[in-house]
């Protein structure tokens, strides 16, 4: 079954996510390195039903925990999961990280520190088997409908470079579109999509990497440290330098049928 639960990683999803996480009164102080040491743990914010994100069946937790947990063990220390929606009162739940944050500091308003990137994602094209020429937005022809979420940069994005949009509240719905051929293609975040041709073979569903072509529509993801100090910022950076250049990173993406792609200007 594809979960309908809210997107965190889709561009309006990490907007809105981050806005109940970090707007509004007191904001609960993530850990210091020193405090997390003395702890001996460091805790996440995560969504219990958002393969191939997170997940709190244990037997496929998703990749933002499973990176999560090869952090915590480089810091010695054990991960703590903290599930949580958008619906709940985010901004009271004191996690320490959370793992997918768009890498640029000034979207956080200060609030949110960040690790160096681990990986360039963006709004991709899911399209089936007669899309498989296809490699970026522009080459889309007129009257091929493109599913886009409802209200986001996608949306305006794609308007205004003339292609025919149709909006929605979720991305599997999108793909469920695609696969019954009522829409050529679905703008949606890579991992969703590749997950989905996982879950659903017989679509013959598979995801172009569109961003590639559209800055607007790219971005580096890094792991956001609430409000912490600069000493967990470099210890976690010194642990992903490690997961990077010993391919664990790629590893944990693939186990999920996710291509794991550099950060501009970065090298393993």
């Known amino acids: 079954m594809t979960s309908r639960s809210f997107p965190f990683h889709s561009a309006i999803g990490i907007s809105l996510w981050l806005l109940l996480l970090l707007s509004g009164g007191e904001v609960a102080q993530a850990r210091t390195l020193a405090e997390v040491k003395a702890k001996g743990a460091i805790s996440l914010c995560a969504n219990p039903d958002a393969l191939p994100y997170a997940s709190e069946n244990p037997d496929q937790p998703g990749f933002q925990i499973e990176l999560a947990r090869a952090i915590a063990t480089g810091l010695g220390v054990s991960l703590e999961l903290q599930w949580i929606k958008p619906r709940y009162r985010a901004r009271l739940v004191n996690c320490d990280i959370l793992m997918d944050s768009i890498n640029d500091p000034e979207l956080y308003e200060g609030k949110l520190l960040l690790s160096r990137p681990y990986n360039r994602t963006g709004v991709a094209l899911g399209v089936g088997p007669s899309g498989k020429d296809i490699q970026r937005f522009s080459d889309l022809k007129k009257g091929q409908k493109v599913g886009v979420m409802v209200n986001s940069l996608t949306q305006i994005v794609l308007v205004q470079g003339g292609v025919t949009t149709s909006p929605y509240s979720f991305e599997a719905d999108m793909l469920d579109d695609v696969a019954k051929g009522e829409l050529f293609g679905a703008a949606a975040s890579p991992a969703t999509i590749t997950w989905y041709a996982r879950q659903h073979p017989e679509s013959g569903i598979q995801a ?47 186990k999920y049928g996710v291509q794991q792609r550099m950060p501009v200007g970065t090298t393993q």
Do not use: C, F
Not at 234 to 247: C, H, P, Y
């Open 208 to 254: 172009i990497p569109a961003y590639d072509h559209e800055p607007k529509l790219a971005w580096d993801v890094s792991v956001g440290m609430r409000k912490s100090d600069q000493a967990l910022v470099e210890a976690v950076n010194n642990v992903l330098d490690g997961l990077l250049k010993d391919g664990t990173v790629t590893r944990v993406y693939a």
